[in-house]
C-alpha cells in the first residue's frame, strides 16, 4: 500500500468514526422545532442564518 493509499484510508477512518460519534453523543435534531433560515412570505421573521445579522 503506499503512502498516499494510507493517508486516505486515515482520513477516510477517522471521518467515519467523527460521525459515528457526533451522532452518539448529540441531542437528536427537532425539525419541527427549528427557526425557519428562510422566511419568505410565511409572515415569520427569520431568526437563523446568518451570524452577524442583528438581534
Do not use: Y
Amino acid at each position: 500500500m503506499h503512502k498516499t493509499q494510507q493517508l486516505q484510508a486515515v482520513f477516510w477512518l477517522g471521518l467515519a468514526a467523527f460521525l459515528v460519534w457526533d451522532f452518539q453523543v448529540s441531542a437528536p435534531v427537532d425539525l419541527r422545532n427549528e427557526p425557519p433560515l428562510i422566511a419568505a412570505g410565511s409572515g415569520q421573521t427569520s431568526s437563523g442564518g446568518h451570524c452577524s445579522m442583528a438581534k
